[in-house]
């Protein structure tokens, strides 16, 4: 996949992760709508790449590392700035 910078964010950092719902996903430390990064999921059975979530400042940005999916079906990761 061709990661754009402004919408689907740009350096991809980390590993994919293949969630409970069959989706692979990852996150870019840049890019994005605010430029420092996003959430995304790749569905691999359309080819199909969604952009999940804009890291926004305030509660973190510049992701490292890889998610990981919690016994509460959500999942975590790290940023490497950011927060209050």
Same mark, same amino acid.
């Given at each position: ?8 964010g740009?350096?991809? &950092? ?5 969630a409970?719902?069959?989706? *692979? &996903? ?18 691999p ?7 999940? &979530? ?11 590392g890889? *998610? ?6 959500? *999942?975590?990761?790290?940023t ?5």
């Amino acid at each position: 996949f061709d990661f754009d910078g402004a919408n689907y964010g740009s350096y991809p &950092y980390g590993s994919l992760f293949e969630a409970s719902d069959g989706h *692979l &996903y990852g996150m870019t430390s840049a890019g994005g709508v605010n430029g420092i990064g996003i959430i995304f999921d790749f569905n691999p059975e359309t080819g199909t790449l969604t952009k999940r &979530y804009d890291f926004v400042r305030t509660n973190g940005c510049n992701p490292h590392g890889s *998610l990981v999916e919690a016994g509460d079906s959500k *999942l975590y990761g790290m940023t490497y700035s950011g927060g209050s």
